[in-house]
């Protein structure tokens, strides 16, 4: 996540590579896969947070996909935790947000 974030502040792959002492090619898959599926994860997320919690406010857009989809991805996080307590960490609900797909390849799209 501090990839994703450091990302999203403006922070390019190799900057983020050193600071977390990843190799630059791995941050950049991480952040290719992840901006690739953006809006579906946006979209995932806010269903997720509202199953949780009907009563949320609107997720308010933050001018970038990548922003939304963190920002809806924070506030599915939150309301899971608030309904159901703390048990899980917020990569475990991350998880089950994303249906284990947060890193994986992003496919192409068929044509037909």
Known sequence: MTALLAHHAGSGYRAIAADLHVPA?????????ITGRA????????????????MLPPI???????????????????????????KASPWQILTMVAGGRLLAPVQPALSG
């Open 25 to 33: 090619d791995t941050v950049r898959s991480w952040l290719r896969r």
């Open 60 to 86: 308010l857009p933050t001018g970038s996909l990548l922003g939304d989809a963190l920002q809806a991805l924070g506030v599915a996080v939150s309301a899971h935790r608030r309904r159901l307590g703390f």
């Open 39 to 54: 809006e579906w994860l946006r979209q995932t997320a806010t269903v997720w947070a509202y199953e949780r919690d009907p």
